[in-house]
């Protein structure tokens, strides 16, 4: 490491919050699958800044776009409309088929939102104030207090304690486990189709079908976040259509914006007209020019570039290849997760393996201490995968 780079280093840890446990790079710029540190170190990306840039660095059209915006306009308030967010919410709502959207900078504020649109509907119903929802164990919501108290995670709740109240832990894909949670006051249930943080899971078929009746004959809100497994991550634009289950609220973010922060909670038509209303929720950023244009680009080139057809293509050469590792090493466990969101499960910590691959030139990240989760660039191609196999195989010992 050159001692420019260890100066960055050491200023970065003088001033910011010891939030992360940081690998001790500093990264530059990108380009495609490709990023580099600030000494010209060539690093091949599986992580994507977290399931983020899925249509891959300096994309000429997409910086075109924001490039082009900057110079209109980048802000203005939403009391007033502006042309980038209806045309993204447009497009956002063919995408997802969902029928209503409120624009949010980050995930965890589009779970808010999802969480105050589920409890004012249930309000408007009973008039009563104690309503309950049921989220999963090893689920991942966000940071923010509404979004932590769903957060399935204890560690990470505890030492914030008390949280908003009124929520319920079910297990995923136990449908008994889900049953013995609802009561009177049940007003919805929360939860990602596939498990991201919490550890690759995919929910089964069968389960989600069993909470959707479940939920239809309630009338509870089923509420999907799609934060890191929506954006074309399964093959699919949004993981409910792969399963052909339908949400009442879906969640998004992560790759919505591919790098400009914006999130976005949807709704059916029914769930619109019965519960946020004028001065119930509101952002100041929240769907900006700026950040609309992202989104707007984004959605655009996700259909001009064929993006779900391409992950359709090579997310099973993915998970060919890392089942080829699984069966070489001892130690890897398993092999889980759903088109370009993979992961390695490993009979030990991962934090070596990941620190040796990013010496080689890799970029790998761990979901929990025993996983290594794979989330690359949506555009990442087969000659791309067979990189980062051979590296990760001289990486496991
Ligand atoms: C990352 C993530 C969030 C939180 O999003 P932020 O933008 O970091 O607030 C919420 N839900 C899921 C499933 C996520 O993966």
Known sequence: MSETMKAYIEEAENALLHTYNRYQIVLEKGNGVYLYDTDG????????????FALGYNNKEYNDALK???????????YYYNVPAIEAAKKIKKASGMDRVFFTNSGAEANEGAIKAARKYAYLKDGTTDHEIIAMNHS???????????????????????MIGHI?????NDFDSVLAQVTDKTCAIMLEPVQGEGGLFPATEDFLKK??????????????????CGMGRTGYMFAWQRYGIKPDIMTTAKALGCGVPMGAFLMTERVGQHSLTAGDHGTTYGGNPLAAAAAEKVLDLFEKDHII??????AP??????????????????????????GLVFAHPVAEIINRALEKGLILI??????????????ITKENIDEMVTILDACIR
Request: charged share 30%.
């Open 68 to 78: 082009g915006q900057i110079d209109k306009l980048i802000h203005t308030s939403n």
């Open 309 to 314: 057809e391409h992950v359709r293509e090579v």
């Open 211 to 228: 909470v959707r009746a479940l939920c239809d004959e309630k009338d509870l809100l089923l509420i999907f976040d799609e934060v890191q």
């Open 41 to 52: 170190k060539k690093y091949l990306d599986f992580v994507a800044g977290i399931a983020v």
């Open 317 to 342: 050469y993915l998970e060919k290849r890392l089942e080829e590792l699984a069966a070489k090493h001892e130690d890897i466990l398993e092999r889980r997760g759903c088109g370009l969101m993979q």
């Open 366 to 379: 761990n979901a929990g201490a025993d996983i290594i989760r794979f989330v690359p660039p949506l555009i």
């Open 168 to 172: 319920k832990f079910a297990d995923l």
């Open 140 to 162: 991942f919501h966000g940071r923010t207090m509404g979004a932590l108290s769903v957060t399935g995670n204890v560690k990470y709740r505890e030492p914030f304690e008390p």
